[in-house]
Nanobody, 123 residues
Framework: QVQLVESGGGLVQAGGSLRLSCAAS????????MGWFRQAPGREREFVAA????????YYADSVKGRFTFSKDNAKNTVYLQINSVTPEDTAVYYC????????????????WGQGTQVTVSS
C-alpha cells in the first residue's frame, strides 16, 4: 500500500510559477513509477507527467512540455512537479498517483491516488 499526500497548490498569476509536492508513505516507494494528472471543472482527468521508479525517465503531455518538470527524491519519498509559465488553462485539481513498475501515461494503470491539490491561475 502507498499513501500519497499532495501539497503546494494555490492561486498564482499567469506567467508565474509554483511547485507541487507529493509525499508518499508505505513500502518500496523507490519501486513505484509516479504520475501527475489534473482535472479541470467539467472535464475528464488527464495525464500531465510521469516519472520512472528511478527518476531517470520522464514523460510529459504536449500541453506542458517545456514548462513543467517532474522530479523524484527516493530518499525523501517525495516527488515534485515544478510548474513554470502558468496559463489559465493550467487551472485544475492536480493529483499525484503511483503504480508499481514501469513508467506510464495511462491513467487506469495507476493504483494509488492522492486527494488532489487545487491550482488556480488568474489572468
Amino acid at each position: 500500500q502507498v499513501q500519497l499526500v499532495e501539497s503546494g497548490g494555490g492561486l498564482v498569476q499567469a506567467g508565474g510559477s509554483l511547485r507541487l509536492s507529493c509525499a508518499a508513505s508505505g513500502r518500496s516507494f523507490s519501486s513505484y513509477a509516479m504520475g501527475w494528472f489534473r482535472q479541470a471543472p467539467g472535464r475528464e482527468r488527464e495525464f500531465v507527467a510521469a516519472i520512472s521508479w528511478s527518476g531517470g525517465m520522464t514523460y510529459y503531455a504536449d500541453s506542458v512540455k517545456g514548462r513543467f518538470t517532474f522530479s523524484k527524491d527516493n530518499a525523501k519519498n517525495t516527488v515534485y512537479l515544478q510548474i513554470n509559465s502558468v496559463t489559465p488553462e493550467d487551472t485544475a485539481v492536480y493529483y499525484c498517483a503511483a503504480k508499481y513498475g514501469r513508467i506510464s501515461s495511462v491513467l487506469r494503470e495507476y493504483n494509488y491516488w492522492g486527494q488532489g491539490t487545487q491550482v488556480t491561475v488568474s489572468s
